[in-house]
């Protein structure tokens, strides 16, 4: 094991030593049991023994020191920046480990403890170098490059092995005693999952064929088949009965998003403009020298060749062409000016008063000038829903902004809040305050049935569609197979051809220069078919509105010479997804042998752990 398991694989057994210490126990009901039960006057039993809550505090901490250990030797002092931290599952399980242990007898042998220690201390060796060199600096994934490079040439030394566990700059803080224990610890538990995990024998066969199932490119003719060609079927068979099951099946779903309700305050130009009021002659005369250009520039032809004696003035509208248009121009800006100083006042006195909690009506905002204000009540609406307020009011730059501080921070936005400026409108500016939020809700089945029509169709039409294609395969005979060519000719569809794509290229699949939205499945099941000319389908997704049908053209194998190259990678992989397996089986195994019963003070009798797959409900 020490100069075979370790050396060759300390990669892999690392990966696999944690996910085998710290597995994730949600799908098994665990969590849900020990949140449950796990309280100060709790005691365990594990394969018939007794275990105290002391007990297992004793073990987190143990098992988080081992945790972080491991953390420090693959990550350096990037790993132990981390926190020292195990989990009540974790805990539980490494319970069973020790158990599994002590029963098979499993000691580290004299040379496999050497080994042990030595690889571990060539690694604080290599990451001490690696501090040494970069001073601590630098981005983790350029200073584990350069550990990696490092790692396979370091030797063993006494004075830089210390050196490395007593450099406070490495984080550990542990003595030679302390970090040669942990990683005896570590390593008791690795030989656990080599004795497990040793059943995993890959064959030249198993590598070869996922070479060429890897390796290997393909080339399909696809067509597809869009959910609105069997729409009008689909209305046919829709009723009220399937659109409450569509409904039924995910009404998370329907949400109504976050709306708000606005009263809405803008002050009416036309009521406060001043028909009567004459600017004087310089008054006219100066707005008509700061607005002339463009305001009164002669709009001339592209090609326009000015007079020899042309003068600059000649290019603009006479000031007595534009007398009254300058005077109705003053008389408006004269109103708005006198809007913005209301509007100011106004929000200035309702921010005031929102604050400080007081009651007060809009209209009394305004004071003697009320009589030119006009105040509205929107309909409750959201952030794209702006078509639920009056168009004089949709200004999408300062309304949004506050629907996301409404997510950020609902807490700073109650009823009476005043808006934090004047906002912009067609028919003039306004100010507004918050009359109530609406939280996001799950729509009744009333309220959602146009959204629920619309899928309901869509679903239906696909599931048509789906069917269409499946009697069509499944209508082939030996004497008379079916052809995609013939398919698409007698339905009028076009038959794209791909490029040659890999198992992995799905990026790279188009239909002409469309990227189906199905891409993933497509390519699934067109590897899924075993020789040229074979059909598959249907195929699709939640995200795509096509169904299609595909055929294998061509079959492109790869260069033999790739599999010696591939072949390390190919047997790797196929050896750890093999190792999880079989650890995860025995994972499962060891829990039902384990049997694990936890005695609380609510009751004298054991309640038994959950079996992997239940759920369990703590007593109340």
Avoid: C
């Avoid at 550990?147 to 004075?159: A, L, M």
């Avoid at 224990?181 to 590598?207: F, M, Q």
């Avoid at 990227?515 to 000319?533: H, K, V």
Wanted: hydrophobic share 40%; charged share 25%; aromatic share 10%.
């Amino acid at each position: 094991m020490a100069k075979g398991f370790f050396k060759d694989n300390e990669k892999v057994l690392m990966t696999l030593l944690l996910l085998f210490i710290a597995p994730t126990f949600a799908l098994t009901g665990l969590t849900t049991w020990w949140l449950g039960y796990a309280g100060g006057d709790a005691a365990y039993e594990i394969f018939g023994e007794s275990v105290s809550y002391a007990q297992v505090l004793e073990k987190r901490t143990e098992l988080a020191n081992t945790l972080w250990l491991q953390g420090v030797l693959q990550y350096g002092w990037y790993g132990a920046r981390q926190p020292r931290r195990a989990s009540d599952e974790d805990v539980l399980q490494a319970f069973m480990f020790e158990h599994e242990l002590e029963e098979l007898d499993l000691e580290l042998s004299d040379g496999e403890y050497q080994e042990a220690l030595r690889q571990a201390a060539l690694s604080m060796i290599a990451w001490h170098q690696v501090l040494e060199n970069t001073g601590g600096f630098g981005a983790f994934q350029d200073n584990f490059t350069l550990y990696n490079s490092i790692r396979p040439s370091v030797t063993f030394n006494g004075d830089r092995y210390l050196r490395a566990i007593q450099d406070p700059d490495m984080g550990l803080g542990l003595s030679i005693q302390e970090f040669e224990a942990g990683v005896i610890k570590a390593n008791r538990t690795a030989k656990l999952i080599e004795s497990v995990t040793s059943a995993a024998i890959v064959t030249e066969k198993e590598i070869y064929d996922e070479f060429l199932l890897g390796q290997q490119k393909r080339v399909f003719e696809i067509v597809s088949i869009g959910d609105q060609q069997f729409s009008a079927e689909a209305l046919e068979q829709l009723d009220q009965d399937y659109f409450r099951q569509v409904y039924d099946n995910s009404p998370e779903d329907y949400k109504s998003p976050t709306r708000i309700q606005l009263e809405v305050a803008r002050v009416v130009l036309a009521n406060l403009r001043d028909d009567d009021y004459q600017p004087a002659t310089e008054e006219i005369e100066a707005y008509y020298e700061a607005n002339k250009d463009p305001g009164w520039r002669i709009k001339r032809p592209v090609n326009y060749v000015p007079p020899e004696n042309a003068q600059p003035e000649d290019d603009f509208r006479p000031i007595t062409d534009v007398f009254e248009g300058i005077i109705s121009r003053i008389r408006q800006e004269r109103a708005k000016a006198r809007e913005g100083e209301i509007l100011e006042a106004a929000l200035a006195e309702g921010q005031a008063k929102s604050a400080a909690g007081g009651n007060f009506e809009m209209p009394d905002l305004f004071g003697d000038a009320k009589e030119f204000v006009e105040v509205h009540t929107t309909e409750p609406f959201g952030n794209t829903e702006y078509s639920r307020i009056e168009p004089w009011m949709r200004n999408a730059a300062h309304l949004s902004p506050l629907f996301v501080d409404l997510r950020l921070d609902p807490e700073l936005f109650k009823p009476g809040t005043m808006s934090k400026a004047i906002v912009p409108g067609t028919q003039g500016s306004y100010i507004y305050r918050l009359v109530e939020v609406f939280p996001e809700s799950t729509m009744t089945f009333e309220e959602a049935l146009d959204k629920v029509m619309e899928k309901a169709e869509k679903e239906k039409a696909k599931e048509l569609a789906s069917k269409f294609i499946s009697d069509w395969i499944t209508s082939a005979t030996e004497e008379e197979p079916v052809s995609l060519e013939s398919f698409a000719s007698e339905q009028n569809l076009t038959v794209h051809t791909s490029d040659a794509v890999g198992r992995n290229e799905a990026w790279r699949l188009r239909l002409d220069t469309r990227a189906p939205l199905a891409n993933l499945e497509i390519l699934s099941e067109g590897f899924a078919l075993l020789e040229e000319g074979q059909v598959g389908g249907p195929v699709t997704n939640d995200r795509d509105t096509n169904v299609y049908a595909l055929s294998l053209k061509t079959i492109e194998s790869p260069e033999i010479i790739l599999f010696n190259i591939y072949r390390n990678s190919i047997d790797a992989q196929i050896r750890r997804n093999k190792q999880q397996a079989i650890l995860e089986q025995y994972r499962a195994d060891l829990s039902r042998k384990a049997d694990v019963r936890v005695y609380t003070s609510r009751s004298s009798d054991p309640s038994p752990l959950p079996e992997f797959g239940a759920t369990s409900q703590p007593a109340s």
